[in-house]
Every structure is written in structure tokens, then in C-alpha cells.
DNA sequence: GTAGGGTTAG
């Protein structure tokens, strides 16, 4: 053999050496027994030249051609040649299949195999783990069956390789089919993470000892008790770390936790020690459970044996710590990590994002981009949170476009996020517009949708939106309850509110969290129905110092000055800074001419050592910011702004508008707290992108604080004078003011 | 030949 094989290589470095008839089929016949003898794709070539010179009509060599082809991945080869066989053999099957498998041709590699069994040929243990591989990627779960029903016949389930294919199938097509039962599941864990039984689970390195110490009490059975997964594990006769891992990762991203951990600690017993594969794969459960003791103890583990220089590992890592709101450890890891993908790096920027830290997010995307690493789907869906929130929306725009150029505008994620974007800069026509287009619109799209509707007062289309969302079989969860509340909060609608308020934990199984309590507030707060709202809110059981600071504010807009003392003392007993508080009650004293009591109060926090965040507004023109912040001179335009502020209110005056100045709330003559409302941030904002715009451009400009009443009348005044449509968003929603009217029809 | 990491509404 050898020596034939010494020929044969020969023979092939060197083409054009003579060689007789002879030799070449001995030297065919021998790489029919081991076709792993060729080594290159090039040899592979001077083969298939050589079959085609000797015996082009022989199915068995033509096969062996093939299998070649097939170690290279070289589909379009492999096909040519198998297209020249009437009845293909065993070998010319099984290689084709495979071909199509690592090539990511699911569908041909299945379709070839159910062309081998029809053609009669029996499959063996070297193409079913291709063919179950295109099964779970295609999400084939009955044809699945049917191949692990096969490979049961011919006895190859205790095969190493095959078993461990089997289990990932499964592991990967059962989740959708439990999903009701990962739900269960979960909670159940969740209730039971801080018992001991998990404790000091990798406290050591993993030892044995202290693995075995947790596998007391351990108590629970879930949907993966029985589960195909575990039944193909227990019958394998022998197993690697790839089945314990298979399983492993495959319990974690069921939702079977508990199970998953079980398994690393049992995994010990059979000699073996967690590594990359089985850390980065219960890495997410500790994510999840915002469990950051026991992260920083596989971290230390990680550390130890070396693992972090591995890619997945630290991807995991940087979000782990991210999940549990450790941001600065996510970028150490991420910093520390020298070999970074997209993966890694969409980690560390989902983290910033995620933790409220979009400047920094957009800065690592951008050096992302700088250093060439090409941004995936996921990049997308990561970054553009921070464009929604701190509504840039010529950076959402360019990252839109850069999203068409990627071909990922059909993406549920990124088009959820671009909704979302949408809606938050104002643009709610565009946001309906995509929505319009997602196809799979999931949980997220809709509520995406619902809730944008309700930032812009919209409360009807909130309302068919969510009720069609119903329709089409998606059951709403807390977070879409919360924005069908706020759509009819924002609208006044009480008796709609009400209703879903009522009935949601009968009709959707969720019962009232803090958020949908702080609805409900705000939807009788804003409606004058303080009463009420201090109802529902001493129904509570802890009600939060910021449910209370609604019903306070309400009073200050509704003037209730005996209610808002109440209130007041409630909130500082269980928030004693609470900052806004205090500003409100000094403002409602203010505003009831109680200048003694209103002093006190800042007198208080002067003590206290609290400062409240000045009012400030802002507009971006030409893709570049504009703050102004109350009262504050310095920006380089600031006597032309006054100018053209002084220019309005000529016109203003002529058209109407007297100043009121109920709002002020400076203990001062008329005449000054008229000359005050010019100062306020908003005003000077759209003077200015009145002046350094194009006449007709939409003005838009976001608040950070609620909208004063002589600002909503003057705004008005203004759209209709300059002829523009000027969108303010203040802190909890949107006004489009256009030909002298607002969208929110004085409600606000 | 089989195994692992990152995403959207609040």
C-alpha cells in the first residue's frame, strides 16, 4: 500500500510523468480504500484528470472523485461529477450530501438524502450527522424523527458522533415546541437560585468535591426530565465532552437551568472538566439571573485555566457583566480581549447601550467601523436604541441607510428598532411606514408601534393597533399593557384605561406591576381626578416615590395645594432625596403666591446638598447639537436669538397673544416674569432653528422637563407665523404644532 | 462529522 500510495504521489506532483495502465488502476484501486490520502484540492484535480484519461465511465472511481471533491468543500466539482452518474453508489451519495452540508445547503443535502434512501442505498454513521445538522437548521423536527427512527434500525445510536448530532438536534428543535414549558420552567429556577443547592458552585476550580456537595437536594424535574435530548444522551454507550456540552448548551438556551448546572457539576464524575465550550454556554444563565457572584466566579475559573483568550468566552463575559448593570468590567474584559470579532464587539456596545450609556456606545461603534471589523444585523439592533434616546435622528437616518445597503431592512430586530427610533424623533409616519413593512412582526414590533402612538397622542390607533396585535394571536405582555396605558393616559381616555386596567390579569395573566400602577396614576393625575389617583395609589402595597411625584405634579398643574402637602410628606418618607419633589413642592407654593413656604423648601435642599437639573432644551441642525439651557447666555448667537425672539413677539401681540404669566414662579413684578418666558430653553430653541434652517423646514426640539403653558400658547402662535411645523417632545410625550393648533389637543 | 458568545418595545 504504501508504495502503491508512494506512486500515486508521484503521479500526482508530477502530472506529466508517464506512468502505465497498470499502475494508475492500482494505484486508483488504493485511494478507493483511503481517498484521505489526497491532500490538496489541487491533487484532487490531478486525480479526477487522471479517472477522466483512464476510466471515465466507472461509477466507482467517478465516486471516489467525488468523495475528494467533497473533503475540499468543492460543491460545484463534486456536482459536476455526480450529474454524470445514472445510479449513484453508496460513496457518491454520502459525499454529495455532505458537500451540500458544509456548504450550508440544508435543503439539497436533504433532498439528496432522501434520494439515496428511495434510490435504495443504505445510509451509514458518516452522513447522519450532515443530514441531522440540516435538520436542525431548517427547523425540520418530523424529518428529524424520521432520520433518528433510520438510524435506530441500523443500530447506529450508540455511534459517538451520530449521538452527539442527535442531541443537538434535538436540543435545538425541542425549544420551540416547549416553549410554554420553558416559561414554566423558568420561574421555577428563578425561585429557587438563591437556595444553597447552587451556592459555592464554582467556588474552588471546579473541584470535585465541591460539584459533588451541590448535587444535594436538588429537587427538580422539567420538561427535560424525558426529553429526547437526555434519552439519546443515556443511551449512548460512550460519550465525549462534545455530548455533555451539547447537552449543556442545549438545556441553558431551553430554559432549563437548574439541569444545565447540574450537568456541569455532574460532568466531573466522568472525568471531565468544564472548558470554552461549556462555559460560554452557561455564561448567559448567570446574565440572565443578573447573578454577578457567581460570574465573577467563572471569570476566576476562566482566568486560571487560560480560557480568556477565547473569543466566545469573553463575548459572554462582556455580557454577563453588562446584564448586571457592571459595565466597567465589560469594557476591562472587552479591553483586555486582544483577538475581537463583531461579536465581541456588538457585546461590549449592547452593554453600554443597555446601561444608558449611548455616547460611549456610539463611540465604540463608530471605532468598530474604524477598525474595519464589518457591523452584523445584530450591530444594528444594538446601536440604535442610543439614537432612539437621545433622539438623533440624522445618526438613525445614516444608520438606516446604512442598513439598506446591508440587505438587513427585513430584519425583525433591527426593524423594531428602527420603529422605535423613528417614533422617539418624532417621525411617526416614517415609524408606521416600517412597521407596515415587517413581515413576523413579533411582541416587540407592536408594542414598538402602540407605544410610539402613544408618545405622540394617538390613543385611537394605540387602541386598533393593540387590539389587531390580539387578532393575530400574540398575547400581550406586561410591557405592551404598559403602553396600551400610557396610549390612553396620554389621551385622557379614563374609562378605556380603566377597562384594560382591570382586566388584565384576567384576560392576559398579568398581574399590575409598578409600571402599569404609575399609568393608571398618571391617566387620572393628568385628567384632574387627584382623588382617584390617590386611591389607586394607596392600594398599593409600597407605592414608589416616583408614582407619587405624578400624582404631585398633577397637583401642581391642577393647584391643589393641601393635596400636594400630603402627597409631599408621603413621598419624602419613603424617598428622601427624591430632587424633583422638592422642586415641585417649592414650585406649587410659588404658583399659590406662598413665597415664605416655597423658599423653605430650597432652603431645605440648599441644606441637603441637592441640586435640580436646570431646564434645557435642544435641537439638532446640521448634524450637530444645540442645548440651551435655561437662563444661560452662552451661546455664540445668543443676541440674535434675542433679537428675533423680540421680532416674534410683535407679531405675536398683533396676532393676540397676551403673556401668561401664571407659571412664573419667581417672586416678581409682572412686567419681569413676562421678560422671564422669553428666557425659557424651548423658545430660544426654535428661535434658533428658525433662524439657521430653511424656510419651511420642520423645527424640532426636545424638552427635558413638561411644557409651560405660555410656551404651548406661544409655540402655537409661532407655527402659524413662521409657517412651519414645529414638534416639541417633552419629557413624556409629543406636541406637533402646526397653523396655530397642537396635535395634543390641550392635553397634556 | 458532532458542541459554545452578541440584538429590538420598558
Known amino acids: 500500500m504504501a508504495s502503491t500510495l508512494g506512486v500515486l504521489e508521484a503521479l500526482l506532483r508530477n502530472p506529466g510523468a508517464i506512468a502505465t495502465k497498470l499502475e494508475v488502476k492500482q494505484l486508483l484501486k488504493a485511494l478507493l480504500k483511503r481517498p484521505g490520502a489526497i491532500t490538496s484540492a489541487s491533487e484532487a484535480k490531478q486525480l479526477h484528470a487522471q479517472i477522466l484519461k483512464h476510466n471515465p465511465s466507472s461509477p466507482l472511481y467517478t465516486s471516489t472523485a467525488i468523495c475528494v471533491y467533497s473533503n475540499f468543500k468543492l460543491l460545484n466539482q463534486s456536482l459536476l461529477l455526480f450529474k454524470t452518474?445514472?445510479?449513484?453508489?453508496?460513496?457518491?451519495?454520502?459525499?454529495?450530501?455532505?458537500?451540500?452540508?458544509?456548504?450550508?445547503?440544508?435543503?439539497?443535502?436533504?433532498a439528496s438524502f432522501v434520494d439515496m434512501r428511495a434510490s435504495g442505498n443504505t445510509p451509514d454513521h458518516s452522513v447522519f450527522p450532515s443530514v441531522l445538522k440540516a435538520c436542525a437548521f431548517l427547523l425540520d423536527l418530523r424529518l428529524g424523527e424520521a432520520v433518528h427512527g433510520c438510524i435506530i434500525r441500523l443500530g447506529m445510536d450508540v455511534h459517538l458522533i451520530t449521538g452527539n448530532a442527535l442531541i443537538n438536534m434535538y436540543a435545538k428543535l425541542q425549544s420551540l415546541a416547549e416553549s410554554e414549558w420553558r416559561e414554566r420552567d423558568r420561574r421555577k429556577v428563578f425561585d429557587g437560585m438563591s437556595e444553597r443547592t447552587v451556592d459555592n458552585l464554582f467556588a474552588s476550580q471546579l473541584s470535585q468535591e465541591s460539584l459533588g456537595s451541590c448535587l444535594d437536594g436538588r429537587s427538580r424535574t422539567g420538561a427535560g426530565a424525558d426529553s429526547s435530548v437526555k434519552k439519546v444522551f443515556e443511551t449512548m454507550t460512550t460519550r465525549d465532552i462534545i455530548s455533555w456540552n451539547t447537552v449543556i448548551a442545549g438545556n441553558a438556551q431551553n430554559g432549563l437551568h437548574e439541569d444545565a448546572l447540574a450537568m456541569v457539576r455532574e460532568m466531573g464524575g466522568a472525568g471531565l472538566k468544564p472548558d470554552i465550550f461549556t462555559l460560554s454556554a452557561i455564561l448567559p444563565i448567570f446574565a440572565q439571573y443578573v447573578d454577578v457572584d457567581k460570574g465573577r466566579e467563572i471569570h476566576g475559573y476562566v482566568i486560571r485555566y487560560g480560557f480568556d483568550k477565547d473569543l466566545y468566552v469573553a463575548s459572554s463575559l462582556i455580557n454577563m457583566y453588562s446584564r448586571c448593570a457592571r459595565v466597567e468590567d465589560s469594557i476591562r474584559v472587552f479591553k483586555i480581549t486582544r483577538q475581537r470579532d463583531t461579536i465581541s464587539w456588538n457585546s461590549v456596545i449592547a452593554g453600554c447601550v443597555q446601561n444608558g450609556m449611548f455616547d460611549e456606545g456610539l463611540r465604540l461603534f463608530r471605532q468598530m467601523l474604524k477598525d474595519n471589523v464589518i457591523p452584523g444585523s445584530v450591530s444594528f439592533s444594538s446601536i440604535m436604541p442610543a439614537c432612539a434616546h437621545l433622539t438623533t435622528l440624522n445618526l438613525g437616518k445614516q444608520l438606516h441607510g446604512y442598513i439598506m445597503r446591508c440587505g438587513f431592512d427585513d430584519n425583525v430586530f433591527i426593524s423594531s428598532s428602527l420603529v422605535d427610533m423613528y417614533a422617539k424623533c418624532g417621525h411617526i409616519r416614517t415609524a408606521g411606514w416600517i412597521f407596515g413593512g415587517i413581515k413576523g412582526r413579533d411582541m416587540v414590533s407592536w408594542t414598538a408601534m402602540i407605544m410610539g402612538c402613544a408618545l405622540h397622542g394617538y390613543a385611537e390607533d394605540a387602541i386598533s393597533l393593540f387590539e389587531q396585535m390580539k387578532l393575530e394571536g400574540i398575547r400581550p405582555n406586561h410591557v405592551a399593557i404598559t403602553a396600551i396605558l400610557t396610549a390612553c393616559s396620554h389621551a385622557g381616555m379614563i374609562d378605556e384605561g380603566r377597562r384594560y386596567f382591570d382586566r388584565m390579569t384576567e384576560e392576559y395573566g398579568i398581574r399590575p406591576g409598578l409600571e402599569h400602577y404609575a399609568a393608571m396614576a398618571d391617566l387620572y393625575s393628568r385628567k384632574g381626578k387627584l382623588n382617584d389617583a390617590y386611591q389607586l395609589i394607596s392600594t398599593m402595597t409600597t407605592p414608589t416615590g416616583t408614582i407619587w411625584s405624578l400624582l404631585l405634579s398633577a397637583c401642581r398643574v391642577h393647584k391643589n395645594v393641601d393635596l400636594a402637602e400630603k402627597v409631599a410628606s408621603k413621598i419624602f418618607e419613603v424617598d428622601p432625596e427624591n430632587i424633583g419633589a422638592r422642586v415641585l413642592l417649592s414650585n406649587i407654593y410659588a404658583n399659590d403666591g406662598r413665597w415664605k413656604e416655597a423658599a423653605k423648601v430650597r432652603m431645605t435642599m440648599r441644606n441637603m446638598g441637592i441640586r435640580k437639573n436646570p431646564a434645557c432644551s435642544w435641537i439638532e441642525v446640521k448634524n450637530k447639537i444645540h442645548t440651551f439651557i435655561a437662563d444661560d447666555k452662552s451661546h455664540p448667537l445668543h443676541d440674535e436669538i434675542n433679537i428675533a425672539l423680540c421680532e416674534l413677539q410683535e407679531k405675536m401681540e398683533l396676532?393676540?397673544?397676551?403673556?401668561?404669566?401664571?407659571?412664573?414662579?419667581?417672586?416678581?413684578?409682572?412686567?419681569?416674569?413676562?421678560?422671564?418666558?422669553?428666557?425659557?430653553?424651548?423658545?430660544?430653541?426654535?428661535?434658533?432653528?428658525?433662524?439657521?434652517?430653511p424656510a419651511g423646514t420642520t423645527i424640532r426640539v426636545i424638552k427635558n422637563i413638561r411644557i409651560c403653558v405660555d410656551c404651548h400658547t406661544a409655540i402655537k402662535l409661532i407655527s402659524k407665523i413662521v409657517g412651519r411645523e414645529i414638534v416639541v417632545r417633552d419629557n413624556s410625550r409629543f406636541h406637533h404644532f402646526r397653523d396655530g393648533e397642537c396635535s395634543c389637543g390641550e392635553y397634556w
Open 85 to 110: 452518474l445514472q445510479s449513484p453508489p453508496s460513496l457518491a451519495y454520502k459525499s454529495i450530501i455532505k458537500c451540500y452540508a458544509v456548504n450550508g445547503r440544508f435543503v439539497e443535502s436533504l
Open 655 to 693: 396676532a393676540g397673544y397676551v403673556a401668561d404669566t401664571s407659571e412664573v414662579l419667581h417672586d416678581v413684578d409682572d412686567e419681569q416674569k413676562k421678560y422671564l418666558l422669553y428666557g425659557h430653553s424651548e423658545r430660544r430653541a426654535i428661535a434658533f432653528g428658525i433662524m439657521s434652517t
